[in-house]
């Protein structure tokens, strides 16, 4: 298997741009997440979804961010107006839940997005 | 709410050495817990984990031992490689009602010097 697929890798943007992130997670997961990683806050679940579907977007920080899920094997998180607060390593990660809590996920490289 | 700690960063071993990582945690459940690692320019990817109390994960020579008593995860390895250096996540997982998200702890970086 492939494993998780993440686009771009690396993303520079400048503010007020909009910026969309890519993600296709392994054949046969149900369960999708988007991180952010940043050294003052270390790693932070975003949003994740079941079956396509948002179940807990808690996380994300503000109305300027938003994810989406058409289909099983693609998913997007998108930030606009971007700001240089949201320079940061996003990564996606999925699973298939194995109805234990013992489940592992399996991450993405992620992307690298730097707004100026 | 679920919370997990670790030792602050970073870690600086020479080859060989005996490793620690100190790992706590909070959690009204009963919690199933990991160690991820995460080479540089990588995702996180599993390193052990452990289901219940007095369980022992192993990998690539890591270990650590599940202590409800305590409270802990301390992730060790007997002799550290130069391989080995990268970011170490503790984290969490409880099984409240259905699916229970993954609670990580800051992440702990250890350099490996030969």
């Known amino acids: 298997d492939a494993g998780v697929i993440q686009s771009p890798r690396h993303e520079v943007t400048e503010m007020g741009q909009e910026v969309t992130l890519r993600c296709k997670p392994i054949s046969g997961h149900d369960y999708l997440f988007w991180y952010r990683q940043t050294m003052m806050r270390g790693l932070e679940l975003l949003i994740y979804f079941n079956n396509n579907v948002p179940i807990d977007d808690s996380g994300m920080p503000e109305d300027r961010f938003s994810a989406k899920m058409p289909n099983a094997s693609f998913s997007t998180l998108k930030i606009q107006p971007s700001e240089p607060r949201d320079s940061a390593v996003y990564f996606c990660?999925?699973?298939?839940?194995?109805?234990?809590?013992?489940?592992?996920?399996?991450f993405g490289p992620g992307t690298r997005l730097t707004v100026t | 709410g679920d919370s997990v700690t670790q030792m602050e960063g970073p870690v600086t071993l020479s080859e060989e050495a005996f490793l620690t990582i100190n790992c706590t945690y909070t959690?009204?459940?009963?919690?199933?817990l990991f160690w991820y690692v995460q080479y540089p320019g990588e995702g996180l990817q599993l390193l052990l984990k452990?289901?219940?109390?007095?369980d022992k994960g192993s990998n690539k020579g890591f270990e650590a031992t599940y202590r409800k008593e305590t409270t802990s995860f301390h992730l060790e390895k007997g002799s550290v490689q130069v391989s080995d250096s990268a970011v170490y996540f503790c984290?969490?997982?409880?099984?409240?009602?259905?699916?229970?998200?993954?609670?990580f702890g800051t992440g702990t970086r250890l350099l490996v010097s030969p």
């Open positions: 984290a969490l997982s409880t099984m409240n009602t259905g699916f229970q998200k993954l609670v």
């Open positions: 959690a009204t459940g009963y919690p199933s």
């Open positions: 990660a999925s699973t298939r839940n194995p109805g234990t809590s013992s489940y592992e996920q399996y």
């Open positions: 452990a289901t219940k109390a007095d």
